[in-house]
């Protein structure tokens, strides 16, 4: 059974950092599987904002994040970071890590694993 399981998210003020983390389980890390993080804010559309391919040698950002955020992940110990600098007041939403079988990809639906998500507030 897979499980993903996001860690780090809290209250940073604007300009701030924080670096979200993301436990796999159930999936073979090292496989052909693509990581990715997307959030979602109250009233709006889940949104993509990074993904990794399995060997962390592609990765691609969304819109809100290049320049900004940056994401790794660790195979050894099955886990994907986010990096998130200089944060944003709309950077305020619950943060998903997601996965899936195949190369990198930025839609929701082209993910077949979901982390229950954790809540990144910024104050101004």
């Known amino acids: 059974q897979v499980q993903l399981v996001e860690s780090g998210g809290g209250l940073v003020q604007a300009g701030g950092s924080l670096r979200l983390s993301c436990a796999a389980s159930g999936i073979t890390f090292n496989g052909y599987y693509t990581l990715g993080w997307f959030r979602q804010a109250p009233g709006k559309e889940r949104e993509f904002v990074a993904t990794?391919?399995?060997?962390?040698?592609?990765?691609a950002y969304g819109n809100s994040a290049t320049g900004r955020f940056t994401i790794s992940r660790d195979n050894a110990k099955n886990l994907v970071y986010l990096q998130m600098n200089s944060l944003k007041p709309e950077d305020t939403a619950v943060y998903y890590c997601?996965?899936?079988?195949?190369?990198?990809?930025?839609?929701?639906?082209?993910?077949?694993?979901w982390g229950q998500g954790t809540q990144v507030t910024v104050s101004s």
């Open positions: 990794i391919s399995w060997s962390g040698g592609s990765t």
């Open positions: 997601a996965a899936r079988y195949g190369p990198i990809a930025y839609r929701r639906n082209d993910y077949d694993y």
